[in-house]
Nanobody, 125 residues
């Protein structure tokens, strides 16, 4: 099993930046697609960004394109989410997730089997 631990969340003013980190342990990190999802109060959990095992096949949710950047460091077993030009609508709990199967492409939420505990991001207007 894998353990995922997010860090870097907090409160920021609109227009500001935050960098989230997700440290993984427990199995071969470099074999798995990783992604970030978020959930706002009263809303469904939505896809934010993802990348494949080698750092390619980057994909972003429409609402964050051009503002957020996902990356990974396989030597450190860590995936990052750089969030710039933050808006109040970016507020929510952000989750790091790993695909169930190694070397499996795509970002269907139901195919992610390991999740972090989530970290709060609040953007004030």
């Amino acid at each position: 099993q894998v353990q995922l631990v997010e860090s870097g969340g907090g409160l920021v003013q609109a227009g500001g930046s935050l960098r989230l980190s997700c440290a993984a342990s427990g199995r071969t990190f470099s074999s798995y697609v990783m992604a970030w999802f978020r959930q706002a109060p009263g809303k469904e959990r939505e896809f934010v960004a993802g990348l494949n095992w080698s750092g390619g096949d980057l994909e972003y949710g429409d609402s964050v394109k051009g503002r957020f950047t996902i990356s990974r460091d396989n030597d450190k077993n860590t995936v990052y989410l750089q969030m710039n030009s933050l808006k109040p609508e970016d507020t929510g709990v952000y989750y790091c997730a790993q695909k169930i199967r190694p070397y499996s492409s795509g970002y269907d939420r139901t195919k992610f089997g390991s999740w972090g505990q989530g970290i709060q991001v609040t953007v004030s207007s």
